[in-house]
T-cell receptor, first 113, second 116 residues
Framework: DAGVTQSPTHLIKTRGQQVTLRCSPKSGHDTVSWYQQALGQGPQFIFQYYEEEERQRGNFPDRFSGHQFPNYSSELNVNALLLGDSALYLC????????????FGPGTRLTVT | KQEVTQIPAALSVPEGENLVLNCSFTDSAIYNLQWFRQDPGKGLTSLLLIQSSQREQTSGRLNASLDKSSGRSTLYIAASQPGDSATYLCAVRRADRGSTLGRLYFGRGTQLTVWP
Protein backbone atom coordinates (compact mmCIF):
# COMPACT_ATOMS: atom_id res chain seq x y z
CA ASP A 1 0.00 0.00 0.00
CA ALA A 2 1.54 3.27 -1.14
CA GLY A 3 1.51 6.03 1.41
CA VAL A 4 0.88 9.68 0.63
CA THR A 5 2.63 10.71 -2.57
CA GLN A 6 3.45 14.20 -3.80
CA SER A 7 4.76 15.62 -7.04
CA PRO A 8 7.00 17.16 -8.05
CA THR A 9 9.78 16.66 -5.50
CA HIS A 10 11.48 19.96 -6.23
CA LEU A 11 10.42 23.01 -8.16
CA ILE A 12 12.08 26.31 -9.02
CA LYS A 13 9.90 29.23 -10.09
CA THR A 14 10.32 32.95 -10.71
CA ARG A 15 8.48 35.69 -8.82
CA GLY A 16 5.06 36.34 -10.29
CA GLN A 17 4.65 32.89 -11.78
CA GLN A 18 2.02 30.35 -10.85
CA VAL A 19 2.61 26.81 -9.54
CA THR A 20 0.55 23.65 -9.07
CA LEU A 21 1.50 20.94 -6.58
CA ARG A 22 -0.14 17.53 -6.49
CA CYS A 23 -0.97 15.03 -3.79
CA SER A 24 -2.37 11.50 -3.77
CA PRO A 25 -3.67 10.39 -0.36
CA LYS A 26 -3.10 7.09 1.32
CA SER A 27 -5.54 4.39 0.21
CA GLY A 28 -8.82 4.65 2.11
CA HIS A 29 -8.28 8.26 3.19
CA ASP A 30 -10.87 10.86 2.22
CA THR A 31 -9.49 14.04 3.79
CA VAL A 32 -6.48 15.97 2.51
CA SER A 33 -4.72 18.86 4.22
CA TRP A 34 -1.93 21.10 2.98
CA TYR A 35 0.79 22.68 5.09
CA GLN A 36 3.61 25.12 4.40
CA GLN A 37 6.88 24.69 6.27
CA ALA A 38 9.44 27.47 6.08
CA LEU A 39 13.03 26.67 6.98
CA GLY A 40 13.46 26.18 10.72
CA GLN A 41 9.73 26.49 11.42
CA GLY A 42 6.92 24.11 12.19
CA PRO A 43 4.38 23.40 9.44
CA GLN A 44 1.59 25.97 9.06
CA PHE A 45 -1.90 24.85 8.03
CA ILE A 46 -3.06 26.16 4.64
CA PHE A 47 -6.39 24.39 4.09
CA GLN A 48 -8.22 21.09 4.24
CA TYR A 49 -10.43 19.34 1.69
CA TYR A 50 -13.17 16.81 2.22
CA GLU A 51 -15.83 15.73 -0.29
CA GLU A 52 -14.25 18.02 -2.88
CA GLU A 53 -14.88 21.13 -0.80
CA GLU A 54 -12.57 23.35 1.23
CA ARG A 55 -13.62 22.76 4.83
CA GLN A 56 -11.08 24.68 6.86
CA ARG A 57 -8.58 27.38 5.95
CA GLY A 58 -5.60 28.82 7.74
CA ASN A 59 -4.28 32.36 7.58
CA PHE A 60 -3.14 32.33 3.96
CA PRO A 61 -4.07 34.80 1.20
CA ASP A 62 -6.39 34.00 -1.68
CA ARG A 63 -3.34 33.46 -3.90
CA PHE A 64 -3.38 29.99 -2.36
CA SER A 65 -6.17 27.84 -3.71
CA GLY A 66 -6.85 24.16 -4.01
CA HIS A 67 -8.97 21.42 -5.40
CA GLN A 68 -9.94 17.89 -4.47
CA PHE A 69 -10.93 15.37 -7.11
CA PRO A 70 -13.49 12.53 -6.86
CA ASN A 71 -10.65 10.04 -6.28
CA TYR A 72 -9.62 12.17 -3.23
CA SER A 73 -6.37 13.40 -4.79
CA SER A 74 -5.70 17.09 -4.42
CA GLU A 75 -3.90 20.05 -5.96
CA LEU A 76 -2.48 23.17 -4.36
CA ASN A 77 -2.21 26.23 -6.61
CA VAL A 78 -0.25 29.35 -5.77
CA ASN A 79 -0.56 32.44 -7.97
CA ALA A 80 1.67 35.49 -8.23
CA LEU A 81 4.55 33.80 -6.42
CA LEU A 82 6.57 35.80 -3.89
CA LEU A 83 10.05 35.09 -2.58
CA GLY A 84 8.44 34.35 0.79
CA ASP A 85 6.51 31.44 -0.72
CA SER A 86 9.75 29.44 -0.84
CA ALA A 87 9.15 26.52 1.51
CA LEU A 88 8.49 22.81 1.83
CA TYR A 89 4.85 22.10 1.02
CA LEU A 90 3.46 19.08 2.81
CA CYS A 91 0.30 17.15 2.08
CA UNK A 92 -1.37 15.06 4.76
CA UNK A 93 -4.23 12.60 4.48
CA UNK A 94 -6.49 10.96 7.01
CA UNK A 95 -9.67 8.91 7.06
CA UNK A 96 -13.13 9.84 8.30
CA UNK A 97 -13.08 13.63 7.93
CA UNK A 98 -9.67 13.96 9.50
CA UNK A 99 -10.70 12.40 12.76
CA UNK A 100 -7.73 10.11 13.13
CA UNK A 101 -3.99 10.02 12.68
CA UNK A 102 -2.64 12.10 9.83
CA UNK A 103 -0.09 10.69 7.41
CA PHE A 104 2.26 13.05 5.61
CA GLY A 105 3.85 12.84 2.21
CA PRO A 106 7.52 13.57 1.46
CA GLY A 107 6.77 17.16 0.49
CA THR A 108 7.51 19.42 -2.47
CA ARG A 109 10.39 21.84 -2.08
CA LEU A 110 9.45 25.10 -3.82
CA THR A 111 12.11 27.71 -4.47
CA VAL A 112 11.06 31.12 -5.77
CA THR A 113 13.83 33.25 -7.30
CA LYS B 1 -5.64 30.84 19.20
CA GLN B 2 -3.77 27.61 19.86
CA GLU B 3 -0.02 28.03 20.35
CA VAL B 4 2.40 25.13 20.70
CA THR B 5 5.85 25.50 22.24
CA GLN B 6 8.62 22.92 22.28
CA ILE B 7 11.57 22.92 24.66
CA PRO B 8 14.47 22.58 24.17
CA ALA B 9 14.93 23.88 20.62
CA ALA B 10 18.04 21.74 20.21
CA LEU B 11 19.60 18.88 22.12
CA SER B 12 22.94 17.10 21.62
CA VAL B 13 23.64 13.95 23.64
CA PRO B 14 25.92 10.89 23.59
CA GLU B 15 24.53 7.56 22.54
CA GLY B 16 22.72 5.58 25.24
CA GLU B 17 21.19 8.48 27.15
CA ASN B 18 17.52 8.64 28.04
CA LEU B 19 15.88 11.82 26.72
CA VAL B 20 12.87 13.97 27.51
CA LEU B 21 11.38 16.34 24.94
CA ASN B 22 8.73 18.78 26.10
CA CYS B 23 5.68 20.22 24.38
CA SER B 24 3.18 22.72 25.79
CA PHE B 25 -0.03 24.11 24.30
CA THR B 26 -2.21 27.03 25.31
CA ASP B 27 -5.74 25.72 24.63
CA SER B 28 -6.56 22.51 26.51
CA ALA B 29 -9.64 21.81 24.34
CA ILE B 30 -7.78 19.35 22.14
CA TYR B 31 -9.01 16.27 20.30
CA ASN B 32 -5.64 14.54 20.25
CA LEU B 33 -1.89 15.14 20.13
CA GLN B 34 0.59 13.67 17.68
CA TRP B 35 4.38 13.41 17.80
CA PHE B 36 6.30 13.38 14.52
CA ARG B 37 9.85 12.84 13.40
CA GLN B 38 11.33 14.81 10.50
CA ASP B 39 14.66 14.09 8.84
CA PRO B 40 16.38 17.01 7.06
CA GLY B 41 14.45 18.11 3.97
CA LYS B 42 11.98 15.24 4.30
CA GLY B 43 8.34 14.78 5.20
CA LEU B 44 6.93 13.94 8.61
CA THR B 45 6.79 10.45 10.07
CA SER B 46 4.13 9.88 12.71
CA LEU B 47 5.54 8.40 15.90
CA LEU B 48 2.71 8.40 18.42
CA LEU B 49 -0.89 9.60 18.62
CA ILE B 50 -2.50 10.25 22.00
CA GLN B 51 -6.24 10.79 22.20
CA SER B 52 -7.43 13.47 24.62
CA SER B 53 -8.86 10.79 26.94
CA GLN B 54 -5.53 8.94 27.16
CA ARG B 55 -2.61 9.61 29.48
CA GLU B 56 0.17 7.95 27.50
CA GLN B 57 1.17 5.87 24.49
CA THR B 58 4.19 3.65 23.97
CA SER B 59 5.95 2.39 20.87
CA GLY B 60 9.24 0.58 21.28
CA ARG B 61 11.73 2.92 22.94
CA LEU B 62 9.30 5.84 22.72
CA ASN B 63 6.78 6.86 25.35
CA ALA B 64 4.57 9.92 25.11
CA SER B 65 2.47 11.30 27.95
CA LEU B 66 -0.33 13.83 27.90
CA ASP B 67 -1.62 16.10 30.67
CA LYS B 68 -4.43 17.91 28.94
CA SER B 69 -5.47 20.03 31.90
CA SER B 70 -2.01 21.56 32.24
CA GLY B 71 -1.43 21.74 28.49
CA ARG B 72 1.68 19.56 28.44
CA SER B 73 3.04 16.51 26.66
CA THR B 74 6.35 14.75 27.03
CA LEU B 75 8.16 12.46 24.61
CA TYR B 76 10.55 10.10 26.34
CA ILE B 77 13.22 8.35 24.27
CA ALA B 78 15.00 5.49 25.98
CA ALA B 79 18.57 4.40 25.20
CA SER B 80 19.08 6.93 22.40
CA GLN B 81 20.92 5.92 19.23
CA PRO B 82 22.60 7.94 16.45
CA GLY B 83 19.72 6.92 14.16
CA ASP B 84 17.38 8.90 16.41
CA SER B 85 18.99 12.12 15.20
CA ALA B 86 16.22 14.19 13.63
CA THR B 87 13.80 17.01 14.42
CA TYR B 88 10.88 15.99 16.63
CA LEU B 89 7.63 17.90 16.19
CA CYS B 90 4.62 18.04 18.45
CA ALA B 91 1.18 18.85 17.00
CA VAL B 92 -2.24 19.22 18.55
CA ARG B 93 -5.64 18.89 16.94
CA ARG B 94 -8.27 21.14 18.44
CA ALA B 95 -11.75 19.90 19.21
CA ASP B 96 -13.25 21.98 16.40
CA ARG B 97 -16.97 21.89 15.84
CA GLY B 98 -16.66 22.15 12.07
CA SER B 99 -17.64 19.50 9.58
CA THR B 100 -14.12 18.15 9.56
CA LEU B 101 -11.41 17.70 12.10
CA GLY B 102 -7.76 17.49 11.39
CA ARG B 103 -6.19 20.92 11.45
CA LEU B 104 -2.92 20.47 13.30
CA TYR B 105 -1.10 23.18 15.23
CA PHE B 106 2.63 22.52 15.29
CA GLY B 107 5.49 23.58 17.47
CA ARG B 108 8.84 24.54 15.96
CA GLY B 109 10.37 21.24 16.95
CA THR B 110 13.35 19.98 18.91
CA GLN B 111 16.43 19.23 16.83
CA LEU B 112 18.07 16.15 18.32
CA THR B 113 21.63 15.01 17.66
CA VAL B 114 22.83 11.73 19.15
CA TRP B 115 26.55 11.17 18.71
CA PRO B 116 28.37 7.82 18.97
Amino acid sequence: DAGVTQSPTHLIKTRGQQVTLRCSPKSGHDTVSWYQQALGQGPQFIFQYYEEEERQRGNFPDRFSGHQFPNYSSELNVNALLLGDSALYLCASSPDRGRYEQYFGPGTRLTVT
Amino acid sequence: KQEVTQIPAALSVPEGENLVLNCSFTDSAIYNLQWFRQDPGKGLTSLLLIQSSQREQTSGRLNASLDKSSGRSTLYIAASQPGDSATYLCAVRRADRGSTLGRLYFGRGTQLTVWP
